[in-house]
């Protein structure tokens, strides 16, 4: 494992694709942003959460959707028309859970939202709070229901939270909190709780490496 994980990090041709899946394509250049120290980028979040959607398919694991990186931002500055077409042949309100990466200037958190527990919480690394983030999501889930199914989502049953930071595990640097955002979402997606620190992260960067090689979480 470690020599398959140093031969990635090696140097040679930046625009190399060391691995494809997903209709997404990995380049050493993208690998690079796991090193210590680094940000990740687009691709390799997208990538990460395909893999937990692929992985939860097994029996016992809720049923998980995944957005990609670049919702967000596309709803917030444009409105549901902009999105609409991206759930297109897909059902959210037949999912256990959906995940929303959110990426704020140089900052990833993590929305979840939990259809069985009628729940939509924000998770932040940096303490950051996210229920304006929360609030929109509903008010998007209220006009895809509206479009989608031709129903009325009722506001009142749902909950939004904003995460608190002594509740959940922080970055201590300025670097690691799209690992934080991927390992929320690897831990919350097994219904399983948050347990990890700062110290873990060397190793998770690592093991990503491996993971998006292999196409599969250890």
């Known amino acids: 494992m470690e020599r398959e994980i140093e031969n990635m990090l090696s140097s040679g041709p930046e625009d190399e694709v060391l691995s494809s899946a997903f ?80 990426h704020i200037r140089i900052h990833w958190g993590l929305l979840v939202v939990d259809m069985r527990r009628k729940t939509i919480k924000y998770f932040d690394s940096m303490g950051h709070n996210g229920y304006r983030i929360c609030k929109r999501f509903l008010q998007y889930l209220q006009e895809e229901s509206k479009a989608k199914r031709n129903l009325d989502i009722n506001f009142s049953s749902w909950t939004l939270y904003s995460v608190k930071p002594h509740e959940i595990p922080q970055q201590l640097n300025s670097s690691d909190c799209g690992i934080f955002a991927c390992k929320y979402a690897d831990f ?31």
């Open 23 to 102: 209709k997404l394509k990995i380049t050493r250049g993208d690998i690079q942003t796991l090193r210590n120290q680094h940000w990740l980028n687009d691709v390799i979040i997208n990538f990460y959460m395909n893999l937990l959607v692929d992985r939860n398919k097994r029996p016992g694991l809720p049923v998980l959707y995944a957005f990609s990186t670049f919702f967000y931002p596309k709803l917030n500055s444009e409105g549901y028309s902009a999105v609409q077409k991206w759930t297109k042949g897909v059902d959210l309100f037949q999912h256990d859970m959906i995940l929303v990466p959110i």
């Open 188 to 218: 919350i997606s097994r219904d399983k709780p948050i347990m990890f620190t700062q110290h873990h992260m060397p190793y998770f960067r690592r093991r990503m490496i491996w993971e998006i090689l292999h196409q599969q979480l250890l």
